[in-house]
């Protein structure tokens, strides 16, 4: 079955520092790969997303891009924030079928940026 | 205006208890899931909804029956709660292939 798996956290950095989330996954067909994001006592906020190989999710300075060849879908930004501090979760969504579009998430990754 | 909406947003209550969480959505759209957060952060779907009818049940235990009396609710009625019930449980709805989450209802079972 389907699977992702994101580089473990907790992650801890200086402000304007660059950040790289790991994640990994393991689906059949051609799924679509999502980046959400949690902040503290809120609900879930999609970040970016990317349909198909090759494609750049983007989103207030983050940015990842799908990489068939790798399997990846690694989450980057070039200089952090305070505000950034959340967790970070990589999904991915079925490809199509009978499944609705059912995400399989990661575990989650707790960034902490400090000032 | 609330995309997707949840109530209550936290529940309290005591092992054995019957408890329902609400679930509306203004967007138009089709589709709707239940999610379960545990404590370690992860997230697993529950339940899908495709205009009213089950489409995804996933090994949950069957004291847990969503209800979706229209395309723009899903309900979820939890009965006789156990402790291993407390959790954050998410509502999203989908369209285009993406899903948009409700703020989360905070179950705890003491």
């Known amino acids: 079955g389907n699977s992702v798996t994101q580089m473990e956290g907790p992650v801890t950095l200086s402000e304007e520092a660059f950040l790289t989330i790991n994640c990994t996954y393991t689906?059949?067909?051609?799924?679509?790969l999502f980046w959400y994001v949690q902040y503290p006592g809120e609900g879930l906020q999609l970040l970016l997303k990317?349909?198909?190989?090759?494609d750049k999710g983007s989103n207030k300075g983050f940015e990842a891009t799908y990489r068939k060849e790798t399997t990846s879908f690694h989450l980057e930004k070039g200089s952090v924030q305070v505000s950034d501090s959340a967790v970070y979760f990589c999904?991915?969504?079925?490809?199509?079928?009978?499944?609705?579009?059912?995400?399989?998430f990661g575990q989650g990754t707790i960034l902490t940026v400090h000032p | 205006d609330t995309a997707v909406s949840q109530t209550p947003k936290y529940l309290v209550t005591q092992m054995g208890n019957d408890k329902s969480i609400k679930c509306e959505q203004n967007?138009?759209?089709?589709?709707m899931y239940w999610y379960k957060q545990d404590s370690k952060k992860f997230l697993k779907i529950m339940f899908s909804?495709?205009?009213?009818?089950?489409?995804i049940n996933e090994t949950v235990p069957n004291r847990f029956s969503p209800k979706s009396p229209d395309k723009a609710h899903l309900n979820l009625h939890i009965n006789s709660l156990e402790l291993g019930d407390s959790a954050v449980y998410f509502c999203?709805?989908?369209?285009?292939?993406?899903?948009?989450f409700g703020p989360g209802t905070r179950l705890l079972v003491l």
């Open positions: 990317a349909t198909k190989a090759d």
């Open positions: 999203a709805s989908r369209s285009s292939g993406t899903q948009y």
């Open positions: 909804y495709n205009n009213k009818e089950l489409i």
């Open positions: 999904a991915l969504g079925d490809a199509g079928g009978t499944s609705y579009g059912k995400l399989t």
């Open positions: 967007l138009g759209h089709d589709t």
């Open positions: 689906a059949t067909g051609y799924p679509s």
